[in-house]
Each structure stands twice: as C-alpha cells, then as structure tokens.
C-alpha cells in the first residue's frame, strides 16, 4: 500500500468567518490593510448580536436557524467530543468528567497563556477532581490532535527592548462557541460580564485571523513581556511584512490600543524587521477608518508647527478620528489646522472643515519625474 506521500495533501478546514456566516459586509480586506490602502467599512452589529454570534459559532448548520436552536450546534460538539471523539484517538481510555473539567478550566482562561499548574489547580479545587499533570499534558495533546484547541506561539520579531519576552503560548479553542458551550454560557450571560465577552470577542478575532490570512501562510503570533506589556496578535507574511493588532470589543479602549501600538513598535528593530505595513485596533464599534496618528507619524504633531510634511495643503481637513464628547453632549473631532502651521488640533463637528483623499505607498518605491503634463510623476 502506498503511504500517499507526494500525492495525497492535507487540508485544514475551519469553522466558517463572519463574511462566511454573512454576517460580516467584507467592505474592508486583509489584502488592501496589508497594502496600505485607504480603508472605510461600516458594522451594523449591536453588542447583543455580537454576543449571539459567538455562542452559536461558525457552524454550517447554523447558518439558517433564526430560533435558539442555532445554539445547540455547539453543546452537541461539546458533547460528542467528551463521550465519544477522546476515546477514538489510539484508543486510550479516558475519564470523561475529567476531560469535561480540562476543557473547562480551558475555557475560563481562554485566550491566556494558562499552563498546566494553573489547570491542575482549577481540577481540583473548582472541580473537585483528583489529576496528574502528565494525564492532563496528555488530554491537551488530544485536544489538539482533534483540532479543538490550538495555540498561539510569542512572536520571533527582533526587539530593541531588554525585557525578557514571555515564550510561553496562548491557548485558544478554535471556534469561540466551543468555550461557550463548555460553560454554559448563553448571549445576555456574555452582555452581563463584559470581561468575560472581551477574551470571547478575542477569540472570535482570533478564528477570523487565521482564516483571513490562511492564504499568507497563516502566521499570527502575540508579544507579551516580563513586565506585562502585551500585543494580542501580530501577523507576518512570509516575504517579511508584518503587522500588529489590538483586540478591543468597546470603542472605550480604542486610545488606550492605539497608544500601546505605537509603543510597541518603538520596541522593535525596524532595521531588521522593517516599518510595519499596518497596526490595528481590531473593535466590535461601528466604523473602520484610519486615525489622525496617521497625520501624526508623516509630521503634523500637535502644538508643534511643520509646513514640510505630506499631508500639510494649507487648507484645513477632518480627520476621521474623533476626540470626546463634552459634559452639554458636544461632539469633538480631530483636524489638520492650516492656521496654526499643519497642527493636528481639535474642534466641534459642527463646524465646517475640507476632507481629503489620501493614499499611502510604501517607504520602498521609487518617485521619477518633475510633475509637468510632459514629464508626470511616476510611482514604481
């Protein structure tokens, strides 16, 4: 019999992605972020959808269940995997109630780097269950040989910072209704504990991510460091362009993402890694869009004035990157003030300001030519 080495490929199939489930527009692409394209999307999903979508998961047969039946795709997984699927990998006997309690310990620190002791600990004193760590070193390689669970490994990026980067990885399930359906966790259950819907939510992205860029060779790792300082994702194709992500379900933590972008990409070595092609705040909000910090890295820096950068027209323009709402319910928002010498500053959106396309290239082209009709800039 021939082994089918050479003729027989095999083929990683996931649960279906938001745009596969329909329930994502697909107006943004992983292909235009990558290439720094424009972008704009709008989400027509309120928190309670968010939250239904994750306990039913990507299962197929879902997809046409209105009821809260579509729920129990999930449960019945759960199920047939605990009685059934662990007794069929080299048919080794195992304790299904404590397999059940692994999984959930899982479950509560998903999206961790929850180590053994940490699941040990959980076994026996949330459970009540008696279990070895080379028993549960066993279910977890059972769990992943049937593609239940899957980790994320630290990031190999090379780093200008000396904090010791923390190596171990992040467990995640593979679709975030398998976590769901451990706990017995229902959608309002997930809008009433916040916390617990942002490491679902991050699971959710997580599924996404790696079908999104399963065609780039599907390399998503994370950074977190002795001091705590962490990045949830960061992608990195094979030709060595690269990008980092925050994860955020509420638009409250946006600033606070955005900022820890920006220090994370102090801490690497661009002249190894080179510039990232893109850094995001992955949200459950409304709106995809760029951010004024886009203004800021070509030069406009507030209260400091330059008339020299790309972006300076000597005319005033919005950005789309909103600042606050004042007590009486004023809405705020950033622009590019022509006045004050290409400053980002501030103002009420009742105001009238210019928009403005803009398209970003790639530090790494080539611009030839002087402007005029017979010898036009070219961009190669």
């Known amino acids: 019999m021939h082994t089918g080495t050479g003729r027989i490929s095999r083929v990683l199939i996931r649960s279906m992605s938001l745009y596969e489930l329909w329930e994502s527009t697909g107006e943004v692409s992983f292909q235009d972020i990558l290439e720094g394209k424009d972008i704009l999307g709008t989400l027509k999903l309120s928190l309670e959808d968010l939250a239904s979508i994750i306990v039913r998961g990507g299962w197929p047969a879902s997809i046409d269940v209105k009821s809260d039946k579509k729920y129990i795709f999930a449960t019945e997984y759960v199920k047939s995997l605990i009685h059934e699927d662990v007794r069929e990998i080299e048919g080794i006997e195992r304790n299904p109630e404590k397999m059940q309690n692994v999984l959930r310990s899982l479950a509560r620190n998903i999206a961790t780097q929850v180590s053994t002791a940490t699941i040990e600990r959980d076994v026996k004193n949330c459970f009540g269950f008696d279990i070895s760590r080379p028993t549960i070193a066993d279910y977890l390689n059972t769990l992943e040989r049937l593609f239940v669970i899957e980790n994320v490994k630290a990031t190999n990026l090379n780093f200008r910072s000396k904090h010791a980067i923390r190596t171990k990885p992040k467990r995640y399930f593979v679709d975030p209704s398998i976590a769901t359906a451990i706990l017995e966790v229902k959608p309002q259950d997930l809008v009433n504990d916040l916390n617990l819907f942002g490491f679902m939510f991050e699971s959710l992205c997580m599924r996404d991510l790696k079908i999104y860029t399963g065609g780039y060779g599907e390399n998503i790792t994370f950074y977190r460091d002795?001091?705590?300082?962490?990045?949830?994702?960061?992608?990195?194709?094979?030709?060595?362009?690269?990008?980092?992500?925050?994860?955020?379900?509420?638009?409250?933590?946006?600033?606070?993402?955005?900022?820890?972008?920006?220090?994370?990409?102090?801490?690497?070595?661009?002249?190894?890694?080179?510039?990232?092609?893109?850094?995001?705040?992955?949200?459950?909000?409304?709106?995809?869009?760029?951010?004024?910090?886009?203004?800021?890295?070509?030069?406009?820096?507030?209260?400091?004035?330059?008339?020299?950068?790309?972006?300076?027209?000597?005319?005033?323009?919005?950005?789309?990157?909103?600042?606050?709402?004042?007590?009486?319910?004023?809405?705020?928002?950033?622009?590019?003030?022509?006045?004050?010498?290409?400053?980002?500053?501030?103002?009420?959106?009742?105001?009238?300001?210019?928009?403005?396309?803009?398209?970003?290239?790639?530090?790494?082209?080539?611009?030839?030519?002087?402007?005029?009709?017979?010898?036009?800039?070219?961009?190669?």
Do not use: H, Q
């Not at 220090?263 to 709106?287: H, N, W």
């Open 226 to 380: 002795e001091k705590d300082f962490e990045v949830d994702a960061i992608f990195r194709t094979s030709s060595g362009k690269w990008g980092a992500i925050e994860i955020k379900l509420g638009a409250g933590y946006i600033d606070e993402a955005a900022n820890n972008l920006l220090k994370f990409k102090e801490r690497i070595d661009i002249k190894k890694c080179g510039e990232p092609a893109f850094l995001m705040v992955l949200t459950g909000t409304s709106y995809s869009y760029k951010r004024e910090d886009e203004v800021v890295y070509a030069g406009g820096v507030g209260a400091k004035s330059n008339l020299s950068y790309y972006l300076y027209t000597s005319n005033e323009y919005w950005t789309v990157s909103p600042y606050r709402f004042s007590s009486a319910g004023a809405a705020y928002a950033f622009y590019v003030d022509s006045d004050s010498g290409g400053i980002i500053n501030l103002s009420g959106v009742n105001n009238t300001y210019g928009v403005r396309p803009v398209i970003n290239i790639s530090s790494n082209v080539t611009v030839t030519g002087s402007g005029t009709i017979a010898d036009p800039y070219i961009v190669s």
